[in-house]
């Protein structure tokens, strides 16, 4: 039986296209001959836990409708090591296997290193997650000293 695969895109801002992701990840799952294959595609932080794609995607999961959840890094999924723990849970629990064959990591033959190589990677992204958000407001505080004003001027 041909495993249902649901391939997750999600790109920061509007500016940005899922072009790159799509092309890899579609190659790849012609390389794995997966062919019953639904895309999930959001706009948007990976901060932020409410996505519309995500919902849909994970729904399906608890549905039984997923086998496999193929995205292009860890981090397209979640940016805060709760919120992925939370997505792992989730897959484990429904048998749902997650591959990120930019970074290899793959847990569709439950593999410990698969497991530990996810865990590592979580911490990673929410430790990038909070190094952008600390230069963010490192650059809004020079900014301020310089005397930059970001009040409404319709005020």
Not at 55 to 71: E, P
Not at 117 to 134: D, G, H, K, M, S
């Amino acid at each position: 039986m041909k495993p249902r695969v649901a391939v997750y895109l999600r790109v920061s801002t509007d500016q940005q296209n899922h072009n790159s992701q799509r092309t890899e990840l579609a190659q790849y799952c012609e390389r794995r001959n997966w062919t019953n294959i639904r895309w999930f595609a959001d706009v948007g932080s990976g901060a932020k836990q409410n996505r519309d794609a995500l919902n849909q995607l994970m729904a399906q999961v608890r549905c039984g409708r997923i086998d496999v959840i193929v995205a292009f890094k860890i981090d397209r999924l979640a940016r805060s090591l709760n919120h992925l723990a939370q997505i792992i849970a989730e897959l484990q629990t429904h048998n749902v296997s997650l591959v990120c064959p930019s970074q290899g990591i793959d847990t569709t033959n439950a593999n410990p290193c698969a497991q530990l190589q996810l865990n590592i990677l979580a911490a990673v992204a929410q430790f990038e997650r909070e190094l952008i958000t600390e230069r963010v407001n490192a650059g809004l505080a020079a900014a301020k000293h310089r005397g930059v004003n970001w009040e409404d001027p319709a005020r």
